[in-house]
């Protein structure tokens, strides 16, 4: 383990409460292990250590962020993305696969989703090129990568690639898991602020669950 992480874990280990760990293992079906730190706590804590180790160049961030991403318990994880998040300038085209397999690895919607908006959004965002990379991921046999390509552009408001949002959407449109329906839902709700007309015509005139529709068209 890094010192880095050491350090975070420490942090954390110190304001550990079990009553909260055990409540928040159970809103993730108990796939994970807490330490029980809410998120102010987390970063009121972890916060300063991010300030003490800055890194200094996006090997060395990559370096810190996997090694968090091995760790046990979900704070961790949860840092590791706020630690991504402050420093994601530092990456690049070449980094893309390396967010893929954090969205695939011990993967659940709280850090994916954290990923897709947050990292590969803004990657996406500032490097358009990779769009065409992150849409063979809406082929991928697992469901986080697919969620991710579907709602990467959450944030994006009206420079929405909607061409390729619909493509998405339609690709996925019959995919039975709550979370690829879920993630349709968000992103089309969400790009629906921007551009009603289209999203309600899209919706219409495609075979989308009948609740997703619903949805979607009651806040049109």
């Known amino acids: 383990m890094l010192k880095f992480t050491q350090e975070i874990l420490l942090a954390l280990r110190a304001i550990a409460n079990d009553d909260e760990a055990r409540s928040m293992s159970r809103t993730v ?19 300063p250590i991010f300030e003490k180790f800055p890194p200094k160049d996006s090997e060395e961030l990559i370096r810190r962020v996997d090694d968090m991403w091995s760790q046990p318990y979900r704070e961790i994880q949860y840092a590791a993305c706020d630690y991504l998040f402050r420093h994601k300038d530092l990456l690049a085209g070449p980094h893309l696969n390396f967010l893929k397999k954090l969205i695939k690895t011990r993967a659940w919607r709280d850090t994916v989703d954290t990923l897709a908006t947050s990292v590969l959004g803004d990657l996406a965002w500032r490097m358009p090129a990779l769009r ?12 986080w990568v697919r969620r991710s390509a579907i709602i990467f552009q959450l ?5 929405t690639d909607w061409p390729l949002l619909k493509e998405f959407c339609v690709s996925c449109a019959k995919d039975e898991d709550f979370y690829i329906r879920n993630g349709i839902g968000r992103a089309l709700s969400e790009y629906a602020r921007i551009n009603p007309i289209e999203v309600r015509r899209f919706v219409l005139s495609n075979t989308l669950s009948f609740q997703m529709t619903q949805e979607i068209l009651k806040n049109i």
């Open 132 to 143: 065409s990379k992150i849409a063979s991921w809406i082929r991928d046999p697992n469901i």
């Open 29 to 47: 079906k108990e796939q994970f292990d807490f330490l029980g730190v809410k998120v102010v706590s987390r970063r009121e804590a972890t916060y």
């Open 155 to 159: 944030q994006y408001r009206d420079q």
